[in-house]
C-alpha cells in the first residue's frame, strides 16, 4: 500500500537499534523516498565519532539544517519519505514536525545489553559502541509525545518488523482521513 503523498515516518533511537535496517524495509513496503541521517553528517562530526567522541547539541547543528533543508525540497515535490535519524532531543523532533508533513516516529527501543552487542559486531560504521553510554544519556525520552510509536527492537530488528508496518498502515490510513476530511488529496 502506497503512502498517500506526502507524509513522513521517522526510525529512531540509539546506535545499532536498527534504525536504517527497519527504515529501508518501510521505504520498499510503503513506496517511501529513504533518507539516513548519517548521510547529512558533516565530515568533522562523522570523524569525532568515528574516535569515540559524542557530538553536543552545536555539533548536531549543522546536521540538523541539513536534514530540514532535504526534508523541505522533498515535502514541496509533495514526496513521502522514511528516515533514519537518531532523533535524541525532543527539540530535534520538534523541528521536524514543523516541516508540515504528517509525521511518525518510531522509537526503536530494546535491551541495552543486546544494542551494545549489536554495535560491537557491527563493522564500517562510524558510530561504534564507544557511543552507546552518551547517546542514552542525551535521548530525552518521548513519553508525552503523541506521535510517537514504540517499537520493541530487543529480540531483533527484522525490516518488516509486524509492530512497525502495523504502526504505518495507521498512520497512513489516518493521514489519508484526515486529508479528505479537509477536502485535500494532495500536497500542499
Same mark, same amino acid.
Given at each position: 500500500?502506497?503512502?498517500p ?7 529512531m533511537g540509539v546506535?545499532? /537499534?536498527?534504525?536504517s535496517?527497519?527504515?529501508?524495509g518501510? #521505504?520498499t %513496503?510503503?513506496?517511501l $523516498?529513504? +533518507? @539516513?541521517?548519517?548521510?547529512?553528517h ?5 570523524v ?13 547543528e549543522?546536521?540538523i ?15 513521502? /519519505? ?8 525532543? #527539540?530535534? %523532533?520538534q523541528?521536524? $514536525?514543523? +516541516? @508540515?508533513y ?9 535491551d541495552?545489553r543486546?544494542?551494545?552487542?549489536r ?6 560504521h562510524f ?11 542525551t ?8 506521535d ?17 508496518i ?7 490510513a489516518?493521514?489519508?482521513s ?11
Amino acid at each position: 500500500m502506497p503512502a498517500p503523498l506526502p507524509v513522513l515516518v521517522v526510525t529512531m533511537g540509539v546506535s545499532g /537499534c536498527g534504525k536504517s535496517t527497519l527504515a529501508a524495509g518501510l #521505504a520498499t %513496503r510503503f513506496g517511501l $523516498r529513504l +533518507l @539516513d541521517a548519517d548521510d547529512f553528517h558533516p565530515p568533522a562530526n562523522v570523524v569525532r565519532m568515528a574516535g569515540g567522541e559524542p557530538l553536543s547539541d552545536a555539533m548536531r547543528e549543522p546536521w540538523i539544517d541539513a536534514l530540514c533543508a532535504a526534508l523541505r525540497l522533498y515535502r514541496q515535490r509533495g514526496e513521502s /519519505c522514511v528516515l533514519a535519524f537518531s532523533g535524541l532531543r525532543r #527539540a530535534h %523532533r520538534q523541528r521536524l $514536525r514543523e +516541516l @508540515d508533513y504528517p509525521t511518525l516516529f518510531l522509537h526503536l527501543v530494546g535491551d541495552q545489553r543486546v544494542i551494545r552487542a549489536r554495535l560491537q559486531a557491527r563493522t564500517g560504521h562510524f558510530a561504534t559502541a564507544a557511543l552507546l553510554d552518551s547517546q542514552l544519556a542525551t535521548l530525552e525520552r518521548p513519553i508525552d509525545e503523541a506521535d510517537v510509536a514504540p517499537i520493541d527492537v530487543t529480540s531483533g530488528c527484522d525490516p518488516m518488523h509486524p509492530q512497525a508496518i502495523a504502526a504505518v498502515q495507521a498512520f497512513i490510513a489516518g493521514a489519508a482521513s484526515a486529508r479528505a476530511a479537509n477536502g485535500s488529496t494532495g500536497p500542499a
